[in-house]
């Protein structure tokens, strides 16, 4: 079944650096993959989304990559600020492809 | 900026009871969908709707759950016979179009608690 994976449970960092978040998938190929932001007792909110045939795409200080040999995406942060700490889901379409699976998420934490 | 609405925002309801989670989805949207979070867990998800009709849904979404668009402007869910395990928090979503090339947008949820 698919299964999706984002490696860290938690990231501390300082500000100003740059956050690097991982979202490896297993048994897919996704035909896109969407990144949300998660606040404690809030719903998600959408930041990004990529599709497999685009390499890179930006917004603001965000980034996201997507590897469909490696079968991973990477979301960084740069020059990052305490409001950025949240957590940080990676996200798949069903099998139908109507919805949604999400990873786990990753929790960051900006220190000033 | 349009948001999507929940109501209410803690339901508390004996075992075994039936709850109407309710949800008004951003206007022009078509397609709607029903996640949970058990606490400390991942977003899972339950169900997507479109046309007045189930498009998809998990496993966790079986005979005890169903949806409904009762009107232009709410879309609901119900469970029937409420258990323990059917604590969490539950999000609403919507998007304006097929999911490929849309975002969804997420209300701020219902935290439901089974007593």
């Known amino acids: 079944s698919q299964k999706i994976e984002q490696n860290s449970e938690a990231l501390n960092i300082q500000e100003g650096k740059t956050a690097t978040l991982t979202c490896n998938y297993t048994?897919?190929?996704?035909?896109?993959l969407q990144w949300y932001r998660q606040d404690p007792g809030r719903g998600p909110v959408f930041l990004l989304l990529?599709?497999?045939?685009?390499k890179e795409k930006r917004k603001e200080r965000l980034k996201v990559t997507f590897d469909t040999t490696l079968k991973q995406s990477l979301f960084h942060i740069t020059a990052s600020q305490p409001a950025d700490s949240a957590t940080y889901l990676c996200?798949?379409?069903?099998?139908?492809?109507?919805?949604?699976?999400f990873g786990k998420g990753t929790t960051l934490s900006v220190s000033s | 900026e349009p948001e999507v609405t929940q109501t209410p925002s803690h339901q508390v309801t004996q075992m075994g009871q039936e709850v109407i989670l309710r949800c008004v989805p951003i206007?022009?949207?078509?397609?709607f969908y029903w996640y949970r979070q058990i606490l400390g867990q991942k977003v899972e998800f339950l169900v997507s709707?479109?046309?007045?009709?189930?498009?998809?849904k998990s496993e966790i979404f079986d005979d005890q759950f169903s949806v409904e668009r009762p009107d232009g402007s709410n879309f609901t869910l119900k469970i029937r016979s409420t258990k323990l395990e059917d604590s969490a928090m539950y999000f609403c979503?919507?998007?304006?179009?097929?999911?490929?090339?849309?975002?969804?947008?997420f209300g701020d949820g219902t935290r439901l608690s089974i007593l």
């Open positions: 206007s022009n949207h078509l397609y």
């Open positions: 990529i599709r497999e045939n685009e």
């Open positions: 996200a798949l379409p069903s099998k139908a492809g109507t919805a949604l699976i």
């Open positions: 048994n897919y190929s996704p035909a896109y």
């Open positions: 979503a919507s998007s304006e179009g097929s999911l490929g090339n849309q975002p969804q947008h």
């Open positions: 709707f479109y046309n007045n009709e189930i498009s998809e």
